[in-house]
């Protein structure tokens, strides 16, 4: 019984020292709105047990998307409400995300007003030798299915709304990626780096499908440190925390801004 006691003992503070260490680091989130009917909301996230807001992002309109901001490993939440409304009010959503060191999320309103939802998104940092990945999330609603295709070659056959496709490795190379609906064809040609991770979102724009190109790993299994690579800048406000617990609570801001996309036809010489 002693030499039980003992090995307890001396096994605890092992365990305790074990998930200390899965909790200690940095990892890295960013934030959307890819619903297309659902109005501008305002974004707050909150670390567990501490009710200070530790980022807030306001007006967050359809087909914005943050830049990763570093943060602490540990458990954390989400929550959007209406654009302008008290940050003590109930959100619209919430939800709760682990956050991982070394490791990248994206957490996005998806869906449309009436099925709103938050989904917690793990972004891929590294890729084989030689090769770059690219994922596809649907974010259009007017084109309620799309094909997705890559140097002409279908990757993503059957893109439905709202849904997000896995990473595929392809060749590094300059390629024109299209996103073909139904009468209506979104075509941008892009530079994929080796080693680069790519998250390609298809939108609804003001004159038929546009495309977003978001780098999710620049190289060296690290995400981008600023924004996203469509051409647009943006910082992520820090504002007063809320009053609620952090179960309640992530607060939304002013996202980087996402525009129409180039639409080039010329294909890639090498095919997939």
């Known amino acids: 019984m002693l030499l039980a006691a003992l090995a307890l003992s001396l096994g605890i503070p092992a365990a305790a020292a074990s998930a200390s260490s899965a909790t200690t680091g940095t990892g890295w989130v ?22 200070t807001a530790q980022i ?66 793990d972004d891929q940092l590294t890729t084989p030798a030689g090769k770059s990945e690219v994922r596809v999330i649907q974010a259009s609603l007017k084109q309620q299915t799309v094909k997705f295709t890559c140097g002409g070659q279908a990757i993503v056959p059957k893109a439905t709304f709202a849904s997000v496709s896995m990473y595929q490795a392809i060749p590094a190379g300059t390629w024109t990626m299209e996103a073909i609906g139904s009468g209506d064809t979104a075509s941008q040609r892009y530079e994929m780096a080796a080693g680069t991770v790519h998250t390609m979102v298809i939108l609804d724009g003001a004159n038929g499908l546009e495309l977003v190109n978001l780098v999710d790993a620049a190289g060296a299994g690290k995400p981008p440190a600023g924004g996203v690579t469509t051409g647009f800048g943006g910082t992520a406000g820090h504002g007063p925390g809320s009053p609620l617990p952090w179960l309640a609570v992530i607060g939304a801001g002013a996202l980087v801004s996402v525009a129409g996309a180039v639409r080039l036809r010329r294909q890639p010489s090498a095919g997939i």
């Open 30 to 51: 960013r934030l959307a709105h890819l619903s297309p009917n659902t109005p501008p909301v305002d974004v707050y996230l909150y670390s567990f047990g501490n009710s």
């Open 56 to 121: 807030v992002l306001h007006h967050v309109a359809y087909g914005t998307v943050s830049p990763y901001e570093a943060v602490n490993a540990g458990d954390y939440s989400v929550a959007m409400r209406a654009s302008g409304a008290s940050p003590s009010s109930q959100p619209v959503l919430s939800t709760s995300v682990t956050i991982e060191a070394g490791h990248a999320y994206t957490v996005a309103g998806m869906g449309p007003k009436s099925g709103l939802r938050l989904q917690v998104l």
